[in-house]
């Protein structure tokens, strides 16, 4: 029997939550770098009717920032976001009684974009995808209270690991550059968002075919 794939998987458990629920789901869609979450999360928003994808990523820091505070070489790390306005527009989305705009990032700019994604208050259902959405710590703690339901989305390493070397050599990084970047910065994420899995309601698991 051919395994369902992630999109069936998550499908499955949002549309009996959606309908039972009475007004506005938050869905979040969890998982390390390059696992898939931000595909996986415009397909769920397009598959279900009144649905909008947010990304976690809009709350990124500036790179101005980053290096006044020396984290420029950690952008993606936990403390390289604005986590407290990240909970902010949850709890905006979450009361559901006023128009919205959401934050996004720019893989060509490699900054946050503000202002780019509205949503209604007719919005029935939020698609929130990002790396640290089941983080037990500081004011990242409060975003699974926030959520109706959270998945997991995890991938093999080495499919993972191609896709982030991709992403760094097209941002400019020599090959042996972007192998650096992602040892010592996305994997080190990767390890503490895997320590967070537990947390969520369903883990699915994106196949290397």
């Not at 938050?26 to 947010?54: W, Y």
């Not at 009684?97 to 503000?114: K, Q």
């Not at 780019?116 to 995808?129: D, H, K, L």
């Not at 959405?133 to 080495?158: F, H, K, N, T």
Request: charged residues 25%.
């Amino acid at each position: 029997m051919r395994r369902p794939d992630v999109l069936s998987e998550a499908i499955e458990v949002i549309k009996p939550l959606v309908q039972k629920q009475q007004g506005r789901s938050i869905i979040g869609i969890c998982g390390p770098p390059a696992a898939g979450k931000s595909t996986l999360s415009s397909a769920v928003a397009a598959a279900i009717d009144g649905s909008v994808a947010v990304p976690m990523d809009g709350f990124h820091l500036s790179n101005v920032e980053l290096d006044r505070l020396g984290l420029a070489d950690r952008k993606g790390a936990p403390e390289t976001f604005d986590a407290a306005g990240f909970v902010h527009l949850l709890r905006r989305l979450r009361a559901a009684d006023e128009l919205v705009y959401a934050p996004s990032y720019s893989r060509t700019l490699h900054e946050s974009i503000g202002g780019v994604i509205p949503v209604p208050v007719s919005t029935r259902v939020i698609v929130v995808e990002g790396n640290y959405l089941l983080l037990d710590d500081g004011p990242w703690a409060a975003v699974r209270g926030l959520l109706d339901l959270a998945l997991y989305l995890d991938a093999p390493d080495d499919l993972r690991q191609d896709s982030l070397v991709r992403r760094q050599l097209a941002k400019g990084l020599d090959l042996h550059d972007a192998h650096d970047w992602v040892e010592r910065s996305d994997e080190r994420n990767a390890a503490v968002i895997a320590g967070t899995r537990d947390r969520a309601d369903l883990i699915l698991t994106r196949s290397a075919a």
